[in-house]
């Protein structure tokens, strides 16, 4: 969806550095999430955000962190990248109610990053 | 902690065979949801169950969710080679977690 964009869309980078993704969406949603999809591994959360002044760890929060910048726009950050890091990584962005605690997903297209 | 188990891993059928890909949570779940990947693509959301022993249909789809809330299966009448892509069930309680998917692949 062109509703939800990520930054870069490829990335190749070295043991050690710093990197950071961007996600930006236009649906107006409060929540925004990030995913880690690795072959076989599914998706898994590494952490979300329900409003600007939010921020919760997921699964595999370890090594990550995150920024919500403003409702819109939500950045995860590798502070020191390493190898098994390497993986597809989605942004997601959800609109709360409906009587259930989780709803539709709406995903960004993606940023394969590979750490040498 | 909440786990949520999908089987098969990968599922080979001929065009026209059925197809079912089973969800199973560890807990009750509040709602399920459905997503399909395309290879290349990202997740995209097909359906949510909410309701026990709930049975919703979408064209050659059938999704139902258990009378326990534990488990879900999709169903794929007549598959076409559009349907192949991965499917990906959701469960929704503390947290929601993505099962590890299903592989449809399908020959002609």
């Known amino acids: 969806d062109a509703d939800v964009t990520q930054t870069p869309r490829n990335r190749i980078t070295k043991t050690g550095k710093r990197i950071m993704l961007e996600c930006s969406q236009t649906k107006g949603h409060d929540r925004m999430y990030w995913y880690r999809q690795d072959p076989g591994l599914g998706l898994r959360l590494i952490y979300y955000s329900f409003d600007v002044k939010d921020i919760n760890k997921g699964e595999i929060s370890d090594g990550y962190s995150v920024s919500r910048q403003a409702q819109a726009k939500f950045s995860l950050s590798l502070e020191s990248a390493i190898p098994n890091q390497t993986a597809l990584y989605f942004c997601a962005t959800s609109d709360p109610g409906g009587g259930v605690p989780y709803n539709e997903q709406f995903f960004g297209p993606g940023t394969r990053l590979t750490v040498l | 902690g909440q786990q949520v188990m999908q089987i098969p891993q990968y599922q080979h059928v001929q065009e026209g065979e059925d197809f079912t890909t089973y969800c199973n949570s560890s807990?009750?779940?509040?709602?399920i949801q459905w997503y399909k990947q395309r290879p290349g693509g990202h997740p995209v959301f097909l359906i949510q169950?909410?309701?026990?022993?709930e049975v919703k249909k979408q064209k050659r789809l059938t999704f139902q969710f258990g009378e326990a809330k534990k488990n879900s299966s999709l169903h794929i009448t007549a598959t076409q080679t559009t349907d192949v892509g991965t499917y990906f069930c959701a469960g929704a309680g503390t947290a929601l977690i993505f099962g590890k998917g299903t592989t449809l692949s399908v020959s002609s």
């Open positions: 169950l909410v309701k026990s022993g």
């Open positions: 807990t009750t779940l509040s709602n």
